[in-house]
């Protein structure tokens, strides 16, 4: 192949794969690349009613200094949400005006949740804050992960509802 024809080649490919990549987000796929939840491709559906316990959801944490910090370790990756952050995969685990304790394990209502040891530090022996508890506040979501080394409302507290982007429906993954 000529020198042209591979730059043909490379610039039609490079064309695919982005226009692939727009239609994917505008139809609401995702590719998930963390450990918290399956990797693969994921897409939002729509939620035509209020958040439930249980529920797994697309959201975008809140612009702030406290995600940014955790953009720089390496917990969150960059993306189309407001403070430039890539939208997380978790399960609503508390809703508006339900306790949440945090001890060991974190409790809901006084009941133990599962999958929800609290760590002292990251994978990296860093020290990592947990959230202090409290009652979820009115407008905000409680969100967990049962991956371990999940950063989730353990760390972040309750996040604003108004990020919510839908829930998160699998289409093709796997577990590493």
Avoid at 47 to 56: C, E, I, S, T, W
Avoid at 72 to 88: I, T
């Amino acid at each position: 192949m000529t020198r042209r024809g591979v730059t043909v080649f490379l610039a039609s490919t490079g064309s695919v794969i982005g226009a692939l990549a727009v239609i994917g987000l505008i139809g609401g796929f995702r590719l998930n690349l963390t450990p918290s939840e399956p990797l693969g491709i994921w897409r939002i559906e729509t939620l035509h009613r209020p958040a439930n316990v249980g529920d797994l959801v697309f959201i975008c944490p809140p612009a702030g200094a406290q995600f940014e910090k955790a953009r720089q370790r390496g917990y969150l990756r960059r993306g189309p949400c407001a403070g430039g952050f890539a939208p997380l995969i978790k399960a609503v685990a508390a809703l508006p005006g339900q306790r949440v304790d945090i001890g060991e394990d974190v409790e809901i209502d006084g009941k133990v949740l599962g999958a929800s040891r609290v760590r002292k530090t990251d994978g990296e022996g860093r020290a990592i804050d947990p959230y202090p508890g409290g009652t979820v506040p009115p407008g905000h979501l409680y969100l967990q992960s049962s991956f371990a080394s999940s950063y989730d409302s353990r760390y972040f507290g309750p996040v604003p509802d108004s990020g919510l982007l839908g829930l998160a429906r699998p289409v093709f993954t796997f577990d590493p």
